[in-house]
């Protein structure tokens, strides 16, 4: 595991309430790099973690208290990379996991049976880029590599009998944004390769209480998810590729959900590449998708769900979306789907499953 780290912070309670004022700023590059060679075998299992993050918060309250608070995450270093790299030509393992993730900003919040009530501000300048690579000659099992890219994201999750009010601002404006993940394999059992790129995110979910999230999120930064696989015989593979300008999600398996979101994606641009190549074997499943601006509210229709919704989306950039598949010899099964979007947003009352 190689970790790299401008500013971290943690401010929780067990029992009670806890009032959070924090202000994290970081200027000087973030690098993080790994590098791994292997002659035959690394054993049974083999795993990569790489990370590089600007800003770092997180805070937790359980018991019933209320958690409140103002956060401020700025990062205006030139970079934000995580690069890995693992080298094996000649290798040969069962499993296989690499996992390398650039963030400029991250805030976590989590509530059990408590409420949140929280002003963010979080805004980015750097270029962040994640970039993965990864050379095996055989793996017979599973081989999972990911690759995450992000300017600012919030993770909010509640469970119980909880309620959050999450007032977010979030604006990326580094030159590129960035996941990317090259694969090549000789034989694979189960494969996936997968590139995340996101300006700015919001992932907040809830039980039980009340759910509302006032968002602005600004994205000019050039976003870029690139997924390449190569595998000379393959049992299933699948690549992926996603890229997003800006995307809010707001779910509650409670009564209300109120969204106030807007979102400005600039004329940077947004694209999404996923390909495979092989030469026989069984199942491929490609795909990529690119979108301006995301907006998704769930509220329960079993807990007397409402839901209230203001939602402006502004995309002014080109949003680009391309999936390759191509095989030599042949295959059982093979499919591609590539899905750009400038603007989309769903909002839903339903049964949760």
Do not use: H, W
């Not at 989590?110 to 979080?122: E, H, I, K, R």
């Not at 009340?210 to 930064?221: G, I, K, R, W």
């Amino acid at each position: 595991m190689t970790t790299a780290t401008g500013n971290s912070f943690v401010g929780s309670v067990v029992t009670g309430s806890v009032d959070v004022e924090s202000t994290q700023t970081v200027s000087g590059n973030l690098s993080a790099s790994t590098t791994v060679n292997i002659d035959q075998t690394p054993g049974p299992t083999y795993e990569s973690t790489t990370a590089a993050t600007g800003n770092s918060g997180d805070s937790v309250i359980s018991g019933g208290g209320l958690l409140s608070g103002n956060m401020t995450q700025t990062t205006t270093s030139a970079t934000v990379d995580a690069e890995s790299q693992t080298n094996g030509t000649n290798a040969f393992t069962t499993d296989a996991a690499q996992t390398v993730q650039a963030v400029a900003n991250g805030q976590q919040y989590g509530a059990t049976d408590s409420s949140v009530d929280v002003n963010l501000t979080q805004s980015n300048s750097s270029t962040v880029t994640a970039n993965g690579g990864a050379v095996f000659n055989f793996i017979a099992d599973q081989g999972v590599f990911n690759a995450t890219g992000a300017g600012n994201d919030l993770t909010a999750t509640a469970a119980g009998d909880s309620a959050q009010n999450l007032d977010v601002s979030q604006t990326n404006t580094g030159g590129v944004t960035q996941g990317a993940m090259f694969v090549n394999l000789g034989n694979a059992e189960v494969s996936s390769t997968s590139a995340v790129a996101t300006g700015n995110d919001i992932d907040a979910s809830n039980t039980e209480g009340a759910l509302f999230v006032t968002d602005t999120q600004n994205n000019q930064s050039f976003v870029n998810a690139q997924a390449v696989e190569t595998s000379f015989e393959f049992g299933g593979a699948t690549v992926q590729a996603e890229g997003v300008g800006n995307s809010v999600v707001a779910a509650n398996i409670g009564p209300t959900v109120g969204l106030d979101n807007t979102q400005v994606n600039g004329p940077s641009g947004v694209d999404a590449t996923a390909s495979f190549q092989g030469n026989n074997g069984f199942d491929v499943a490609a795909s990529s998708s690119a979108t301006g601006n995301s907006a998704t509210g769930f509220a329960c229709s079993q807990c007397g769900g409402v839901m209230s919704v203001y939602n402006s989306q502004s995309n002014s950039g080109g949003v680009s979306a391309t999936t390759d598949v191509a095989i030599t010899a042949g295959a059982r099964s093979t499919a591609g789907v590539a899905t750009a979007v400038g603007n989309t947003a769903t909002f839903y009352v339903s049964k949760p499953n």
